[in-house]
């Protein structure tokens, strides 16, 4: 059939199976041309499952005895782009992102227990189980860890907040 005597849809259609057959030959040549370089580097082809969607997926690994079937999955797992491994690279970045706020915010001020303890609820934050995590660091101060929008992306805020009293000697004008 000429383009011609196509409908929209059937030409949409076409276009989208010709544009992922070439994205198949594409793949197809940077996996050989990958397998190559990896070779020569000394690496050996070994295989893992993702833990989200039961993907095989070819892992490099210079010795391959020194990793366990465990750790082969866990590597296939962090490289596959189904949406359970992108949620858990997601996760593991806000863990990080977190631990890194935590650090700056309260560790590094002499303040650890609370630190301890934002870095112990940590992954629940991360994971939605909770929305937010206040310690009470002394009579005036809080420490608060949330999640909050920032342009598309989702990151981890630490924040102090010190309540500031006013100061009476016990001497009343009446």
Known sequence: ?????????????????????????????????????????GMQECTGTCRFCGQMRVVWAKDPGEYSQEDLDRIASSECDCPGAEREA??????????????????DRHRGRAGEVMLAGLK???????KKIS????????ATMFLAKVDKD????????????????????E
């Not at 997601?90 to 992102?97: E, F, M, P, V, Y």
């Not at 310690?135 to 809080?142: A, F, L, N, P, R």
């Open 124 to 130: 629940a934050l991360a994971s939605g189980r909770l």
């Open 90 to 107: 997601k996760r593991d970045a806000l863990i990080s992102d977190g631990k890194e706020a935590i650090r700056l915010t309260l560790l």
């Open 1 to 41: 059939m000429k383009a011609n005597e196509m409908s929209v849809e059937e030409l949409q259609s076409e276009i989208k199976r010709m544009n992922k057959e070439t994205e198949q030959k594409r793949r197809r040549i940077m996996d050989k041309k990958m397998a190559e370089e990896m070779r020569d580097r």
């Open 154 to 173: 989702v990151r981890v805020f630490v924040e102090c907040r010190t309540t500031v009293r006013e100061w009476s000697d016990g001497n009343q004008d």
């Open 135 to 142: 310690v009470q660091i002394d009579s005036e101060t809080t």
